[in-house]
């Protein structure tokens, strides 16, 4: 018999690179972070140079100016981010009424969209702190300039100037039919080649023995959809049980309670070992991957 020699990955690896590593949250969030610690970085170097207020005039170099402009940063910053994206939304739902329901998926795993927001979102925090933490209105404090803080918040608003231009090119070229279909035809053509692998991928393997006792293994979770195969877990399974499983159900398919996922002959035990050690009740929980409830 052939058989494709593979390296599964765990199934929590693949869940978290497909449901949180693009999704629309987790790179702003990484980006929010980063712009948190920067502003405490850059309030700490302001107090290490301690600079006189009025040592720049070409740029905003008092405390009282500071405050005044990071305040204009942030409430333009959010109400820019609220006001574009609820625009854009708008037309990427009527995108894809007309062309396809993958163009929300498209737009919200789209580089350019997740780096733009996580870069509107970096300037309003880092505004926020650098407001917050201006002691201007306390005459007893110390004052002093704050010029890394006013140019590094002045570096982060033209990146957002940019960073918004790229991402109108960006939404433009993804309403465009023709590169919706060409996304399309790259990631069915990616998922073709890695679930069917050419003929020289396949070596030549020993079949199983037959096993004159072999047992039907039925789903006894909550009805749903298999959204994904945990292949890491089913091998591992069988090495530890000395078998060997037949899945005849796939991703996408519609589960219920009791379907057949393995019919006979399913576990077939090799010479010396106990005839079947599989339970049908404790393996669909474990290994038969992730289900979504109807």
Do not use: K
């Not at 959010?78 to 009424?97: D, E, K, P, Y």
């Amino acid at each position: 018999m052939r058989a494709l020699p593979v390296h599964p990955e765990p199934l929590w690896r693949i869940d978290f690179r497909q449901r949180i590593a693009v999704s629309l949250w987790f790179l702003p969030a990484i980006f929010a972070a980063a712009a948190i610690a920067a502003a405490n970085l850059t309030i700490w170097l302001d107090a290490r140079v301690d600079a006189p207020v009025g040592v720049r005039p070409g740029l905003v170099s008092d405390p009282g100016s500071a405050a005044t402009f990071a305040a204009a940063i942030a409430a333009a910053t959010l109400a820019f981010v609220a006001v574009v994206f609820a625009t854009t939304l708008v037309a990427i739902q009527l995108a894809a009424s007309q062309y396809s329901p993958r163009t929300v998926r498209i737009f919200i795993r789209s580089r350019i969209t997740r780096v733009t927001l996580g870069l509107f979102l970096a300037t309003f925090v880092f505004s926020v702190i650098i407001l917050v933490s201006n002691q201007a209105s306390v005459p007893s404090a110390r004052h002093f300039a704050p010029v890394v803080s006013a140019t590094t918040l002045l570096a982060l608003t033209v990146a957002t100037v940019f960073g918004f231009v790229a991402y109108l090119h960006g939404v433009v070229r993804l309403m465009r039919v023709q590169y919706l279909l060409e996304t399309i035809a790259t990631e069915t053509r990616r998922a073709i080649e890695e679930n069917f692998p050419p003929a020289p991928a396949y070596l030549d393997a020993e079949p199983p023995p037959i096993d004159p006792s072999p047992q039907r293994l039925c789903y006894t979770g909550t009805a749903g959809v298999v959204t994904a195969t945990d292949l890491h877990g089913l091998a591992e399974l069988c090495r530890q049980r000395q078998c060997w499983l037949e899945l005849t159900v796939g991703v996408g398919e519609y589960l219920a309670h009791g379907t057949p996922v393995c019919p006979p002959p399913s576990t077939i035990p090799r010479p010396g070992s106990r005839p079947s050690t599989v339970s049908a009740t404790s393996w669909p929980s474990r290994a038969a991957g992730s289900t979504r409830p109807a």
